[in-house]
């Protein structure tokens, strides 16, 4: 019976925490509603865009890409969809991350997500139109998958067709949505020169990561090459023709997919190989200063030492689960290597922008750097000779800022800025007097500006030119002088991190104009005499160049063998090729492209906003007892379109008999509100159940009542929760002679929640979580004091390496008052070795200690039905201390009702991955009461994660 | 209409059946004769319950209709009433393909089965072999290519062997015949006409890309397209290249000729009309959506439909829309014309039939 009373407390659970927060409920981590939008619905033939007003140029371009890709893809797909596809938009990613259509909170590096369920379309524009292009046609290819595979289901009364592999899901997407640039082919020239092409039915083992949706690009343009697209239209009018995926590639391609992925290999072997006999790789000519996790965007600075001034590298790093910036010499990381700022472990550094922003050093041994903090990002300043952030700047009309630079004198910075409206544009900074000026205003990315050695110019890369509107960037200049835009590069390629050498008439810069980055310099920059000198020749590709000791030496990361590491080499004295700019091209720069808005036709205009409610999620939860059999419920949800207002209602009855049916009504309804910052809500409810514990014996509990709910972030990581619950409890208890409790009760409850955790596969590795909950009952017959309860949950995780940590928690309960909770010890989640629930009273101390290291990282059994994977096996060695007490004299009549006194145990145990749904774990631990132990090892197993 | 023998044009990718003299409920184009013009009108329709995939056949005055779960259903084209249904162990996955009383189904890709559906007896059955080829009838014989690349012969009567051929090319999908030999249309492009009677190639010919929809034979001219978006009318007799024309989108779904033209649809949404002795386009016409069927003739009036719902009636001479009836779903299945009635299954279940009546 106290298994069904668990299933219905999960269930209970349930209802409650998927409404309340995406906070995880107890722990978790916070997505802060920073922001109110004012939202607007503007309707197109096939789509409706909901944006908001500071927004509406965005939203007038996403509804014109978004029907110029309705257009190309239902050719592609020979599908239509008939009902409008819901479009959200939002003016930065910063927004973004705010959304409620989706509870979880949003990797950084997410550009766009389609959402399952209602097929809601929700992109952030990062300042770059060809990037929002690309991303707008690529989720909406998600949702024709969905709905061509659905539709051909249907037609053919199939219900249980195959789901396509993530790889080709993601692979067809940027297949139809982006044509092959040189960052796809440098993922894959790298994997195949490299000798480490992934086969086709491996393809799982980078599941999820960028790596897989280049490969799957890949796979998908061999197929579209060799094949023809025509062949993949008929595998979505042949997914009712086979059981499994490799069944629909065998019926449309008449090859298996193995064999299809042979030829796939073959193709780029054929293509790549010749690259290897005039091109370079990275480590072969430069040598590497990094050694573990990915190292991107170096600066140079300087900063005295015992042999004098030296230069430094600081640079950014990502190595333990969350990105940070470290500094080591010139020499390299094996010499010296110090972390100087940790990213994603506090409100103040939420995120080091790890990819999207640059950093720079100065001659007085300061770092500039963007970190986003609470809502919008903020420029800092950190000084390597004091190791602490001396100076945190935020700007009221910018929310993202990324790559600063200094100029020479150290006093000014220049950095890309986004406003509140999405626009990309260059400011400087200026240090003494707190001035902020804006050099760019218009409609284009501008992106890794620079200053020049005199300080009066700045370099930057930007897609102003007209062939900037498909994602090309070229090099200008902005004279602070006369404020006006030169152009210093030509052409339909990447030029960016431009950086000018201490001659002043020079730059260097990365280009893809070979095919793949490299290192350029152009030569004559202000004396009108222009060069462009290609100084290296890679095959995969260099970024973010940077000179260091009196510009003989360029440091620089590059990507090889699966990795981007930092590498340093002398600056080549012989360029690659020489390319003179011919005379007369100009240097004056107009507009050359405006912002794609939707034509009259298609636009049917916009409305407000008007919350209207739809399912979100329904279904029937089953559960099944081993004494008492099955039992049913039934959970749906209703939410409105940006999922701001939910709810969430849960029905299921406990009735052994006819005649209980009315009385075993279990039902419940739950509002929340996520509007604002403080999300709140409130719900009915009424719960009966019979159950048997050992405490009471026998109880046969009715509750019925409402609540109130408010939750506050003070940040991602930190958070204040309350609520309010009146409640009516009627208990009828065996052990508990006399009449059955009755209490109408109101319950006042408080917590606060700290989670900077940092997740391996089966449980946290790193940070703190913190939970300080109390609450307050009220008996409302006479308002007399019913209980309380007073609980602090402690947790701390020691990094020890990459998937090792020293884990330990420290948890205290009391409970006070006429009806005291009691709190359960023992089993494989609180004290280890003891059975599940073998203390109980109305005081727990727990301490546990625990040390986790990896024991295998993939493991794939072949068994005869199909393969089973176990992703991440852990193993663990602990050590728990734990006590449970009454402090008051009517003991229970269980005489064991206690541990009366100090236990404890030790052992080891194993812990296996399920797919990132549950962790498997095995204990095996010895007992003691630290006087004797005893002598054999008790074995226990649980699903859940680790503490 | 010169010379005896009638084209039929079928659309993706369906079969070509030639018959010596016209009948009007067998598929493809028919000739209605006519001094006045007529015009199309739906008189009814009929809510089938399940949408039809792959393409439906005709025959003997009943519509031949594969369904989910195995079932091929077979109503009348008077009022669209149910005559029977047939449930096959495997699905229907090539085109329908009829002989008057005898229907030609593969099943799988594993049997190809020659069904006397008025009786609803199969009479013989042969190994597919995975192929989803689509057979073509002519002349008391069945042709298809199994999954070995076997070009097969057989007496559609008897199931006896006539004759068979390896063929050098690779994944055989589309075949097309007539009295002067059968082609088969290779996934590279590679066209192999052969004999008749005895499997001796004749001539081959490299159109250059696949085949995807359905090519058409009139007289003694073969028009195909190709997914790059050509179209070719070659000379059945001898492969001999008459001319080739670039419509700059791919056709999926096949076309139709008859000493009017020839009528081409595009994934980008264009019904093209060239000009049967010069390929010179005549005219062209915006759908609303891409047309992923081919077209069908009737009397004056070219029929297709698009993924914009649409049923158009288009004036062959013109090219002016006579009507376009907008239905409730994507259309993807070729029109069916039996006597001066057209039939349209369309993706909203229903099946729908327009009679061409008396005009001005």
């Known amino acids: 019976m106290r298994l069904r009373r668990t299933i219905l407390a999960t269930i209970l659970l349930c209802l409650i925490t998927t409404a309340t927060s995406q906070a995880q409920y107890y722990f978790g981590q916070n997505k802060v509603q920073y922001s109110q939008f004012d939202w607007q619905v503007l309707s197109t033939d096939h789509f409706n865009i909901y944006f908001y007003p500071e927004e509406k140029d965005i939203a007038e371009a996403a509804a014109q890409l978004a029907e110029d890709s309705y257009e190309f893809l239902q050719e592609k797909f020979n599908h239509t969809i008939d009902k409008k596809i819901p479009f959200i938009v939002y003016s930065s990613p910063v927004f973004f991350e705010q959304t409620n259509i989706i509870p979880g909170l949003l990797p950084e590096n997410v550009a766009g997500f389609t959402e399952f369920f209602k097929q809601r379309v929700v992109i952030p524009f990062n300042g770059s139109y060809s990037d929002f292009a690309h991303v707008v046609r690529h989720e909406i290819v998600h949702v024709f998958t969905m709905q061509k595979i659905a539709y051909v289901a249907k037609a053919h009364r199939k219900n249980n067709l195959s789901h396509p592999p993530l790889w080709f899901t993601e692979g067809i997407a940027e297949y139809w949505s982006s044509g092959w640039n040189s960052e796809a082919d440098m993922f894959m020239r790298d994997m195949t020169i490299s000798g480490r092409i992934i086969p086709v039915e491996n393809l799982y083992s980078i599941s999820g990561s960028f790596l897989m949706y280049k490969v799957g690009q890949s796979l998908l343009n061999y197929l579209g090459e060799t094949y023809g697209d025509d062949k993949l239209s008929d595998l979505f009018d042949n997914w009712w023709k086979g059981k499994t995926f490799a069944e629909l590639i065998r019926v449309t391609y008449g090859k298996s997919l193995k064999e299809i992925g042979s030829e796939w290999e073959y193709w780029l072997r054929k293509r790549y190989y010749p690259y290897i006999e005039n091109q370079e790789l990275p480590d072969r000519v430069a040598e590497k200063l990094t050694r573990d996790g990915y190292n991107v965007k170096p600066a140079i600075f300087t900063r005295d030492s015992k042999r004098g001034r030296e230069e430094y590298i600081a640079f950014k790093t990502y190595r333990l689960g969350y990105s940070s910036i470290a500094e080591m010499p010139l020499d390299g990381e094996k010499y010296h290597y110090e972390t100087l700022v940790k990213g994603g472990r506090s409100e103040q550094h939420e995120s080091l922008h790890f990819i999207d922003s640059g950093l720079d050093g100065n001659i007085d041994g300061l770092i500039a750097f963007a970190s986003k903090s609470q809502e919008s990002d903020a420029l800092n300043i950190y000084d390597t000779k004091r190791g602490k952030v001396v100076r945190k700047i935020k700007f009221d009309s910018l929310i993202a800022i990324s790559s600063p630079s200094w100029s020479s004198g150290g006093t000014r910075i220049v950095f890309e800025g986004s406003t509140k409206s999405g626009r990309s544009d260059i400011y400087a900074y200026d240090m003494i007097s707190d001035e902020i000026t804006q050099l760019t205003d218009d409609i284009y990315v501008d992106r890794t500006p620079s200053f020049s050695f005199t300080d009066d110019l700045v370099a930057f890369s930007s897609d102003r030119d007209i062939n900037g509107k498909d994602g090309s960037r070229n090099l200008y200049l902005y004279d602070f002088e006369t404020g006006e835009i030169k152009r210093m590069t030509y052409g339909s390629q990447i030029d960016e991190s431009p950086r000018f050498t201490r001659s002043g008439d020079r730059i260097i810069f990365t280009s893809d104009r070979t095919g793949s980055m490299n290192l350029f310099v152009l030569d004559g920059v202000t004396n009108g005499h222009r060069r462009t000198l290609q100084m290296t020749n890679f095959v995969t590709g260099i970024f973010d160049p940077v000179l260091a000791n009196y510009d003989s030496t360029v440091v620089f990361s590059a990507y090889q063998n699966f990795g981007f590491h930092l590498y340093k080499m002398d600056m080549p004295e012989t360029p690659v090729t020489v390319s003179e700019h011919a005379s007369g091209k100009p240097e004056s720069f107009s507009h050359a492209w405006d912002i794609p808005k939707l034509s009259g036709e298609l636009s049917e205009g916009s409305v407000k906003y008007e919350t209207r409610f739809s399912f979100d999620i329904a279904q029937s939860a089953v559960a099944y007892d081993p004494i008492v059999g099955t039992m049913g419920g039934l959970q749906f949800a209703l939410t409105d379109m940006l999922g701001n207002h939910q709810y969430y209602f849960l029905f299921y009855n406990t009735a052994d008999t006819r005649e209980d049916f009315i009385k075993s009504i279990n039902a419940g309804a739950t509002y929340i509100n996520k509007t604002h910052r403080m999300n709140y809500g409130g719900g009915i409810f009424h719960f009966y159940n019979e159950y048997s514990e050992r405490y009471y014996g026998y109880v046969g509990e009715r509750t019925y009542g409402g609540f109130l709910y408010a939750s506050y972030p003070l940040s991602r990581y930190r958070r204040f929760e309350s609520s309010l619950y009146l409640r009516n409890l009627e208990k009828d208890t065996t052990f508990i002679a006399g009449k059955p409790l009755k209490a109408s009760t109101s319950m006042l409850s408080l917590s606060y929640i700290k989670d900077t955790s940092i997740w391996g596969a089966s449980g946290p590795l790193d940070g703190t979580r913190l939970n300080i909950s109390m609450s307050q009952s009220l008996d409302l017959d006479g308002f007399k004091y019913f209980n309380g309860t007073y609980n602090v949950d402690f947790r701390r995780y020691f990094r020890l390496g990459r998937s090792s940590a020293y884990a330990t928690r420290l948890l205290y309960m009391k409970s006070v008052g006429q009806d005291k909770q009691r709190y359960y010890l023992g089993g494989s989640w609180s004290l280890r070795g003891f059975q599940r629930r073998e203390f109980y009273a109305n005081n727990l101390l727990l301490i546990n200690n625990e040390i986790r290291f990896p024991l295998v990282n993939d493991l794939l059994i072949s068994f005869p039905i199909g393969n089973m994977r176990f992703q991440a096996i852990q193993g663990a060695l602990f050590f728990d201390m734990g006590n449970s007490w009454e402090d008051y004299k009517t003991k229970p009549i269980d005489p064991d009702y206690g541990s009366n006194g100090m236990v404890g145990s030790f052992g080891f145990g194993f812990r296996v991955s399920l797919g990132y749904v549950t962790v498997l774990r095995f204990d095996f631990a010895r007992k003691t009461d630290f006087k004797s132990v005893t002598n054999n090892y008790d074995f226990d197993f649980f699903f859940g994660w680790n503490f | ?360």
């Open chain 2, 1 to 360: 209409m010169a010379g005896g023998l009638f084209l039929l044009s079928c659309n993706p990718p369906g079969p070509i059946i030639i018959r010596e003299k016209a009948d009007p409920c067998s598929g493809g184009s028919v000739n209605i004769e006519s001094e006045n013009r007529l015009v199309p009108a739906l008189i009814w329709k009929k809510n089938l319950r399940d949408s039809v995939d792959p393409d439906p056949g005709i025959a003997l005055g009943a519509l031949l209709m594969p369904l989910p779960e195995n079932k091929l259903r077979i109503v009348s084209t008077n009022n669209g009433s149910r005559y029977a249904e047939i449930r096959f162990r495997e699905p229907i996955i090539s085109p329908i393909v009829t002989a008057e009383s005898l229907t030609v189904i593969n099943t799988g890709g594993r049997r190809l089965l020659i069904l006397n559906w008025v009786k609803r007896d199969v009479l013989w059955e042969a190994p597919m072999e995975g192929s989803t080829a689509i057979a073509a009838v002519y002349a008391n014989k069945v042709f298809w290519v199994d999954g070995l690349n076997y070009m097969r012969c057989f007496d559609i009567n008897d199931g006896n062997r006539i004759w068979d051929r390896k063929l050098d090319g690779i994944d055989f999908t589309v075949t097309a015949v007539c009295s002067l030999g059968i082609a088969v249309f290779a996934d590279d492009g590679l066209i192999e006409c052969f004999d008749l009677e005895k499997g001796d190639r004749i001539w081959s010919f490299d159109a250059g890309a696949r085949i995807k929809g359905t090519p058409a034979i009139f007289e003694d001219q073969l028009v195909f397209c190709t997914i790059d978006g050509m179209v070719a009318r070659i000379r059945m007799n001898d492969g001999e290249l008459v001319w080739m024309k670039d419509l700059r989108s791919p056709v999926f779904g096949g076309l139709a000729f008859d000493d009017s033209g020839v009528y081409a649809g595009t994934i980008d949404r264009f019904m093209i009309k060239l000009d049967y002795d010069s390929g010179d386009i005549e005219w062209k016409i915006k759908a609303g959506g891409p047309i992923k069927t081919g077209p069908a003739l009737a009397d004056r009036m070219v029929v297709f439909a698009g993924l914009d719902h649409n049923i158009y009636f288009v004036d062959k001479s013109s090219g002016e829309i006579s009507l376009a009836y907008e239905t409730e779903g994507m259309i993807t299945k070729r029109p069916l014309i039996c006597g001066n009635r057209v039939f349209v299954a369309g993706e909203d279940n229903y099946l729908y039939c327009f009679e061409m009546q008396g005009g001005e």
